[in-house]
C-alpha cells in the first residue's frame, strides 16, 4: 500500500509530481493500491481551492489513486487518540519556550521544560521524550541511516502551541491508519524519518518501508519548491513531461515513448520500474533557472 500525501499549499509543481509519479510507480508494480492523502492540517498555510487543483492535476497526468481522497483534518479523533496515549505514559511534556530561546539553543533542543511540569492544559507546545537511543533503517535507495535519537533530535514537537498536530505525528498516525506499507517521498524528508519510527514504535505501529528519492534541483542548485516558487505544472504536452520525469527517475524510457498516449508511457513505466537505479543519489538536475532569481 502506497501513498502521495501533498498539502494543499498551492499547485503541483514538477518536483512534487515526479514524487507522485514515483510513488505511483512503485505501489503499481507491486500490485498494490496507491492512496491520496491531503495534508491539510497546517491551516494557516492552506490555499482555497488548492485540493481541487491537485488532484485534477494528478488525474490530467493519468495518476488515478484508489478510493476517494483522504484529508488530515478528518480524523481529529485519531490524533487525540495517539496523544493521551503517550501523554498516559509519561512520554510527553509542555513546552513554552519562545522563538528567541529556541533560535539561542540551537537545533537540538537542550530540554528546557522537559523538568519544569508546565500545565499541560496551558497554551503551550507538546514534546515528546526522547533517548539516547539508536533508530537504524535500511533506506530503499540510500542505504543503512542509523541516529541516535536524542543527540540527534532532541525532544522534538508533536503538538504546536497553536494546537496544530505536528507534521511527525499526524504522518505516522495517519500511515498506521491507511494501512500504508511502503513510504515513497523525497530525500529532503530523511531527518524527519528516524523521529517518526521512533514515534511508531513507542506507539507499538508497524514500520513501513521507506524509499527517499533525489530530489530536484535548478541549474543554480536550489530545491524545486512552493518556498523557492517552482512554477505550477502545466497539463499540456503531458506525455513529454511524464518522459522527462522518468528520465530524471533514472528509467530511460525509449524515445518512441515520448510521443505516446499518457496510459502507454505509464503502462511502460509500471512494468520497467526499477528504483535501484538511482541508489545512493541525493539529487538530480534540471537545466532552469531558479524561479526566484531575475
Known amino acids: 500500500m502506497g501513498r502521495f500525501a501533498p498539502s494543499p499549499t498551492g499547485p503541483l509543481h514538477l518536483g512534487s509530481l515526479y514524487t507522485a509519479l514515483a510513488s505511483y510507480l512503485d505501489a503499481r508494480r507491486r500490485n498494490g493500491r496507491w492512496l491520496l492523502r491531503i495534508d491539510d492540517l ?8 488548492a485540493a481541487e487543483r491537485i488532484m485534477d492535476c494528478l488525474a490530467a497526468f493519468g495518476l488515478h489513486w484508489d478510493g ?6 478528518r480524523h481529529a479523533l485519531q490524533y487525540q487518540q495517539a496523544i493521551t496515549d503517550l501523554k498516559q505514559r509519561d512520554l510527553l511534556y509542555s513546552c513554552s519556550c519562545s522563538r528567541s530561546l529556541l533560535a539561542e539553543a540551537g537545533p537540538i533542543y537542550p530540554g528546557y521544560c522537559r523538568t519544569r511540569h508546565y500545565p499541560t492544559d496551558q497554551p503551550a507546545a507538546l514534546r515528546v ?10 533506506d530503499g535507495l540510500q542505504g543503512i541511516i542509523r541516529e ?12 504546536r502551541k497553536d494546537r496544530i498536530v505536528a507534521y511527525q505525528l499526524a504522518v505516522v498516525v495517519d500511515d498506521y491508519r491507511q494501512g500504508i506499507t511502503h513510504v515513497v517521498r523525497g530525500c529532503d524528508l530523511l531527518d524527519s524519518t528516524p523521529k517518526q519510527i521512533y514515534l511508531q514504535k513507542l506507539l507499538g505501529y508497524p514500520v513501513p518501508e521507506y524509499l527517499h528519492l533525489p530530489i530536484i534541483v535548478d541549474r543554480a542548485g536550489q530545491k524545486l519548491s512552493k518556498q523557492s516558487r517552482a512554477e505550477a505544472v502545466a497539463a499540456t504536452s503531458a506525455n513529454q513531461t511524464l518522459f522527462m520525469l522518468l528520465s530524471l527517475l533514472g528509467q530511460n524510457p525509449p524515445p518512441t515513448l515520448k510521443q505516446a498516449e499518457i496510459s502507454a508511457i505509464l503502462d511502460w513505466a ?8 538511482l541508489s545512493g543519489i541525493r539529487s538530480v ?10
Open 285 to 294: 538536475g534540471i537545466d532552469t533557472p531558479s524561479s526566484n532569481q531575475t
Open 129 to 138: 521524550k526522547t533517548s539516547p537511543a539508536e533508530i537504524e533503517f535500511v
Open 148 to 159: 541516535n535519537i536524542g543527540e540527534r533530535h532532541g525532544d522534538f514537537i508533536i503538538l
Open 68 to 73: 476517494e481522497a483522504d484529508f488530515q483534518s
Open 42 to 49: 497546517d491551516t494557516p498555510r492552506n490555499m482555497p481551492g
Open 270 to 277: 509500471v512494468a520497467h520500474w526499477v528504483p535501484e537505479r
